[in-house]
């Protein structure tokens, strides 16, 4: 697959447990910051978006908190599913749109 | 509603030689990126395009590396010659908002230099 020869951190979780992947950004200006969720052999697809005005926001099953004085966000996945394995990345909106992506954290969902 | 396509999906050119991505977006999307994922390092930002112009290609590592959007629809991605460094994979994403809003990602182009 396309994460091969990358040594991501990964997470192991339980299916039904929840997830929590963190993420630390680097610029204090910004923001705009998108949770992207990848799957083998595809593009980067969005999951959930938070501006910095806000310090949390819901989605189905995903939530973003995002904590500005340390410049950290997190993702928490309610009851984690199979179809939930995946890299996860965050990424912070700078200038024109472009996307500045961190890492990413391999989820690995076992039964 | 067709997604953000990319062709080809695998590359396998040797040193040297020239190869050439290409992307389409969204219908109607105007902002068109490209970004990379050399093997080991996290997604990079290539360039930005607002209809056929480029708004910013701070990302583009050299002047090995050549993107235009004639006519504002789909772009292409030259390479050459390449390098075995530029081995990764190639993404596209479009997006209607000028400020990023939601960029939806094509599928990638693997491209593998020997």
């Known amino acids: 697959g396309e994460s091969v020869g990358l040594h991501l951190p990964t997470l192991s979780v339980q299916e039904g447990d929840n997830s929590i992947i963190n993420c630390a950004y680097s610029?204090?200006?910004?923001?705009?910051f998108i949770w992207y969720k990848q799957e083998s052999g595809k593009g980067p697809q969005f999951i959930i978006d938070?501006?910095?005005?806000?310090d949390k926001r819901q989605g189905q099953r995903v939530t973003v908190l995002l904590n500005k004085t340390v410049k950290h966000l997190s993702l928490q996945i309610a009851a984690t599913q199979p179809g939930d394995s995946a890299v996860y990345f965050c990424?912070?909106?700078?200038?024109?749109?472009?996307?500045?992506f961190g890492a990413g954290t391999q989820v690995v969902v076992t039964p | 509603e067709a997604g953000v396509t990319q062709f080809p999906s695998h590359s396998v050119i040797e040193k040297g030689q020239t190869v050439t991505l290409r992307c389409d977006p969204i219908?109607?999307?105007?902002?068109l990126y490209w970004y990379r994922r050399v093997m080991g390092k996290e997604i990079k930002f290539l360039l930005h395009?607002?209809?056929?112009?480029?708004?910013?290609e701070s990302g583009m590592p050299n002047n090995r590396f050549l993107a235009e959007r004639t006519g504002g629809t789909y772009s292409t991605l030259k390479v050459q010659p390449a390098e075995l460094e530029d081995s990764g994979v190639y993404f596209c994403?479009?997006?209607?908002?000028?400020?990023?809003?939601?960029?939806?990602f094509g599928p990638g182009t693997r491209l593998t230099v020997l």
């Open positions: 219908s109607g999307h105007d902002n």
């Open positions: 395009f607002v209809k056929e112009s480029k708004q910013d």
């Open positions: 938070i501006r910095s005005n806000m």
């Open positions: 990424a912070e909106v700078r200038g024109w749109g472009k996307l500045q």
């Open positions: 994403a479009s997006s209607q908002d000028l400020r990023g809003g939601t960029q939806y």
């Open positions: 610029n204090s200006a910004s923001d705009y």
